[in-house]
């Protein structure tokens, strides 16, 4: 990509522009792929643990894990891990493609879809609601907030996409031929 400017002498130049930082694609990568593990193995975590008296060493070598259960997740988790892994995988996907191709336009239309594609877990959590919560108004206040941070997510998505189809009309008008 190229930045054009016109000198005093109404000839187009065209200058390289700064690349942009790939290193936070990367980042998004990475994070996406942490969270896919973490994810899917919530209802089966295993922690490293220490038993009292015993030294490090030891333990170590005996491979000495504990399962820690997340008490507010129900079984029924499982069910809601296809859109969540979805959601990640879309996540992971989009940032590779920002690697290699990112116009303005290109940017927010991918954003776009990612953060509609986000929506999808949030709305078969809301359905399935994998958690076990004993008050009736939390269970309420949490499946409200599900259903306000899906309307959130779809007016973000719907924005991005109105700038994407912004940017890219003034990237057609700014086109020349060779």
Not at 51 to 70: C, E, F, H
Not at 102 to 125: D, E, S
Not at 150 to 158: A, D, R, T
Request: glycine fraction near 4%; aromatic fraction near 14%.
């Amino acid at each position: 990509m190229s930045l054009q400017s016109v000198s005093s002498q109404n000839t187009i130049e065209t200058k390289p522009s700064k690349p942009e930082h790939r290193g936070k694609y990367f980042a998004g990568i990475i994070v996406c792929i942490v969270l896919l593990y973490i994810f899917n193995n919530l209802l089966s975590l295993y922690l490293f643990s220490v038993p009292p008296g015993s030294n490090l060493i030891k333990a170590i070598i005996d491979s000495t894990y504990v399962q820690v259960k997340i008490p507010f997740l129900a079984d029924s988790f499982v069910s809601c891990l296809w859109a969540i892994n979805l959601a990640v995988v879309s996540g992971i996907m989009g940032n590779f493609w920002f690697l290699f191709y990112r116009p303005r336009w290109f940017y927010y239309l991918l954003q776009a879809i990612m953060i509609a594609v986000g929506i999808i877990p949030v709305y078969v959590v809301h359905k399935i609601f994998p958690f076990v919560i004993e008050s009736q108004s939390i269970q309420s206040l949490v499946k409200t907030g599900l259903i306000v941070f899906m309307i959130i997510l779809g007016v973000i998505s719907l924005f991005l996409l109105i700038k994407s189809a912004i940017a890219f009309v003034r990237n057609i008008r700014n086109f020349e031929l060779l």
